[in-house]
């Protein structure tokens, strides 16, 4: 069987317009999604601790690499560790697929294409902890498990423009979109384009939750179209140029200019009311968990003794959380967001100046985003230059 041929894709994004009934039954269908996510991604440790275990992958750690030959006699040794232990996207897909079927509410409420979407995407969490590139997995509460997705169009989750405009999952939840007010050449094109297939995702945006499609669609944006704006229109200069991302600026240098530009020029940090609703919240917590706490002792500063709040035990694991707890939470979440949404706006602004001005032949220093949070937490929170960097 021949590999599919990939093609290059863009997103295009809209709201849906949700009632009541319907998100019922969204939640239902994504508690499901998350609950199989949970399940297979379990499976999924367990059988990348067998990889290690196996003889093969030990065998393979034991080679040192000084020719082409033992290359590939390792690589050979590692790909025969996962098929021992099953551990591939079609193993994991079949297992999310078993698993669904086991359980009546999960294969009613999801379609074979997202079961096996949901299969693939535990697996590459999974692998990247295989191949260093993360330390751990997490498993999903529902507030954190945002999206669901399909295959294709033609099935699972579907597109339907025209008359219709409407998002189909299944045979009888429809989403109509809702198109904003202020409608332009970009999403009308993103509206016509083919589309490859569909992601269910939802936001919480001023303590209510939105739900959104994400249109995968086939192609090119539409600022690489000859149809582009003059204003996004890409520099023809094709000398090379180089970029030096610091924590709060970026340092551009092309054949003719050069300038140094800020991140997020003017960002709102919020910081005094997050730490307000900080302070809040902990006061509440204090008060609904007191088991979870220490006892509060004196402690002697000078000549005065003050009092000073206990720590969180070790172990605790229950937490009791108020509406007033809640409230708050649901307030600092969307400072954070506001803070988030204006940060990425200025960095996309700054990368299409960037590429206007100076040109598209971009070189940079590969630098260590995250060891730059380590530092200067704060600044990076604010700057989001990790953002820009990818």
């Avoid at 535990?122 to 902890?129: D, G, Q």
């Avoid at 529902?142 to 998002?167: A, L, M, P, V, Y």
């Avoid at 179209?225 to 600026?249: C, E, F, M, Q, R």
């Amino acid at each position: 069987m021949a590999k599919k041929e990939k093609t290059p894709s863009f997103v295009t994004e809209f709201e849906l317009i949700v009632n009541s009934q319907a998100e019922k039954e969204l939640d239902a269908r994504f508690q499901a999604g998350r609950q199989l996510y949970n399940a297979v991604l379990g499976e999924a440790v367990v059988r990348v601790q067998n990889v290690r275990n196996s003889e093969p992958y030990q065998e393979a750690k034991k080679i040192k690499v000084k020719t082409e030959d033992d290359k590939k006699l390792k690589n050979e040794l590692f790909s025969q560790a996962r098929k021992q232990a099953r551990f591939s996207d079609f193993e994991l897909q079949d297992f999310a697929t078993l698993t669904a079927k086991d359980s009546k509410w999960m294969w009613e409420k999801l379609d074979s294409h997202t079961i096996q979407k949901i299969g693939t995407r535990a697996f590459k969490a999974v692998e990247k902890v295989l191949y260093g590139k993360a330390r751990k997995v997490r498993f999903k509460l529902f507030s954190s498990f945002h999206s669901i997705e399909g295959k294709t169009n033609t099935q699972s989750i579907r597109f339907f423009g025209g008359t219709d405009c409407c998002i189909k999952w299944g045979s009888y939840l429809i989403l109509p979109i809702r198109f904003p007010n202020k409608w332009n050449e970009v999403l009308e094109y993103g509206y016509r384009v083919p589309v490859k297939y569909c992601r269910l995702l939802w936001r919480e945006i001023n303590g209510k939750r939105r739900w959104y499609v994400q249109l995968i669609n086939e192609g090119v944006p539409y600022k690489e179209t000859p149809a582009y704006k003059l204003h996004n229109k890409v520099n023809s200069n094709t000398g090379l140029v180089g970029i030096d991302l610091n924590v709060s600026n970026v340092a551009v240098v092309g054949d003719n200019k050069a300038g140094l530009f800020p991140f997020a020029e003017n960002v709102p940090t919020f910081e005094q009311e997050i730490k307000t609703l900080q302070r809040k919240m902990e006061r509440s917590r204090r008060v609904t968990n007191p088991d979870n706490y220490e006892p509060d002792f004196d402690k002697k500063v000078g000549r005065n003794n003050k009092r000073k709040k206990g720590k969180v035990k070790k172990g605790s694991r229950r937490w009791k959380h108020s509406l007033a707890y809640r409230k708050y939470a649901r307030k600092k979440r969307e400072l954070e967001r506001r803070k988030a949404a204006y940060s990425k706006s200025q960095n996309r602004g700054l990368t299409n100046k960037i590429v206007r001005e100076f040109g598209k032949n971009i070189k940079a220093e590969k630098v260590s985003v995250r060891g730059w949070q380590k530092r200067y937490g704060k600044a990076i929170s604010a700057k989001s230059p990790g953002f820009f960097q990818s």
